[in-house]
């Protein structure tokens, strides 16, 4: 298995609700990523995680809470979304975290709208 | 600014033709990557290309590196329709730990 899922493909939510994005890989992966895609933009990075713990957080607004219950999963949980919070979310994962020579394998991101 | 700039922001060609697409950067890496995105969809990795590499091939592809001049191109060779994507240079940066996607260069091949 040398993919990366992310679930849901798509998400409609209001600025009360709550909801989470989910994503797993099984390629025994130990650094995972989430990214931040607007139209036409590059990815932005929000957080990684390395050997299931936060490593980085890029001054994510506290709206955005990530959580990494284990070495496959990935979950990022919204609350009180503002609507320029709508983009696409990217998660990715690595072989070895910071080594300077991994690659990063992308899911297909889930296409998120906040009304 | 950002680190990894490209240009050109958008690059129409036709099929068989060749495209080069070109990353600044400007810090000390440990290495440079290429990744391609379909509209809408994730990334998926082309090529890295290490600090004390200077060009790299795989198939249609040729990276080239100048470290000196803080610079990267992408080229790729008898271009396809199904080449047409946004095309993005990542750096990792020495003692950041994390990579730092460029503005990307959205590459349209005509058939």
């Known amino acids: 298995d040398t993919e990366v899922t992310q679930t849901p493909k798509h998400l409609v939510m209001g600025m009360t609700n709550k909801k989470s994005l989910k994503c797993e890989q099984h390629m025994g992966h130990r650094a995972m990523y989430w990214y931040k895609q607007k139209a036409k933009k590059p990815p932005e990075l929000m957080f990684v995680?390395?050997?299931?713990?936060?490593?980085i957080n890029e001054s994510v607004p506290s709206r955005f809470s990530p959580e990494c219950p284990n070495s496959s999963l990935l979950n990022l949980h919204l609350h009180a979304l503002q609507p320029e919070d709508s983009a696409l979310y990217l998660c990715?994962?690595?072989?070895?975290?910071?080594?300077?020579?991994?690659?990063?394998?992308f899911g297909p991101g889930t296409r998120l709208t906040v009304l | 600014s950002q680190q990894g700039e490209e240009d050109p922001q958008a690059l129409s060609i036709q099929e068989g033709e060749n495209a080069t697409m070109n990353c600044s950067y400007k810090t000390s890496i440990n290495n440079l990557q290429w990744y391609r995105q379909n509209s809408g969809r994730g990334l998926v990795h082309l090529i890295l290309?290490?600090?004390?590499?200077r060009e790299k091939h795989s198939g249609r592809l040729r990276v080239t590196l100048d470290t000196s001049k803080k610079s990267s191109s992408l080229l790729i060779t008898a271009s396809r329709a199904a080449d047409t994507a946004s095309y993005f240079c990542?750096?990792?940066?020495?003692?950041?730990?994390?990579?730092?996607f460029g503005d990307g260069t959205t590459l349209t091949v005509k058939p």
């Open positions: 290309i290490r600090s004390n590499e």
């Open positions: 995680y390395s050997y299931e713990k936060l490593s």
């Open positions: 990542a750096t990792e940066n020495t003692n950041a730990g994390k990579s730092t």
């Open positions: 990715a994962s690595s072989p070895h975290p910071t080594t300077g020579t991994d690659t990063q394998y």
